[in-house]
T-cell receptor
Framework: GENVEQHPSTLSVQEGDSAVIKCTYS??????FPWYKQELGKRPQLIID?????GEKKDQRIAVTLNKTAKHFSLHITETQPEDSAVYFC???????????FGTGTRLLVSP | DTEVTQTPKHLVMGMTNKKSLKCEQH?????MYWYKQKAKKPPELMFV???????INESVPSRFSPECPNSSLLNLHLHALQPEDSALYLC??????????FGEGSRLTVL
């Protein structure tokens, strides 16, 4: 089955800096790669996703890149703000009603 | 309505109790999911229902029993749980495009 590894486990940055979180996946059949943000005590919420027919996707300050050959994808957050502080999970699945496998999570702390 | 609603928000039960967690969505999604999340860990899939039929059971112990009465409702029946089953139980729903919409979760404590 699919296995998703995520690094780093914790990331501390100063406000305004950029943050990068990296994930690798094992199943070459996976074609859907979402990123979820989970604030303390809250539900995971989708912030951006990418499908295997696209190499990069941007939405304002966040972007995701996908390298299918290397089986890795990354989340990039620019101009970080304190409200970006949360746990971020990458995930991978095959489109459809399939198992979404999550990475281990990255705790991002943005200091003012 | 883009919400997945879960009740109760908090539940404390003894090991001999029987209780149920409930989940409801009105987005017309045809798949519904139960995930379990322990503190500082990622969500772990338990069950998937697609078109009201159980399609994935991740080898979950029989003390957890899912039920999908209709396309909008999902229940998780709990019986004879263990303290290690204490966790946040997240319900989610989706179309077949992959994006999951999570509820706020039911925080379960087993004494």
């Amino acid at each position: 089955g699919e296995n998703v590894e995520q690094h780093p486990s914790t990331l501390s940055v100063q406000e305004g800096d950029s943050a990068v979180i990296k994930c690798t996946y094992s199943d070459s059949a996976s074609n859907y790669f979402p990123w979820y943000k989970q604030e303390l005590g809250k539900r995971p919420q989708l912030i951006i996703d990418i499908r295997s027919n696209v190499g990069e996707k941007k939405d304002q300050r966040i972007a995701v890149t996908l390298n299918k050959t290397a089986k890795h994808f990354s989340l990039h957050i620019t101009e970080t703000q304190p409200e970006d502080s949360a746990v971020y999970f990458c995930a991978a699945s095959i489109t459809g009603f399939q198992k979404l496998v999550f990475g281990t999570g990255t705790r991002l702390l943005v200091s003012p | 309505d883009t919400e997945v609603t879960q009740t109760p928000k908090h539940l404390v039960m003894g090991m001999t109790n029987k209780k149920s967690l409930k989940c409801e969505q009105h987005m017309g999604h045809r798949a519904m999911y139960w995930y379990k999340q322990k503190a500082k860990k990622p969500p772990e899939l338990m069950f998937v229902y697609s078109y009201e039929k159980l399609s994935i059971n991740e080898s979950v112990p029989s003390r957890f029993s899912p039920e999908c009465p209709n396309s909008s409702l999902l229940n998780l029946h709990l019986h004879a749980l263990q303290p290690e089953d204490s966790a946040l139980y997240l319900c989610a729903s989706s179309w077949n495009t992959g994006e999951l919409f999570f509820g706020e979760g039911s925080r379960l404590t087993v004494l």
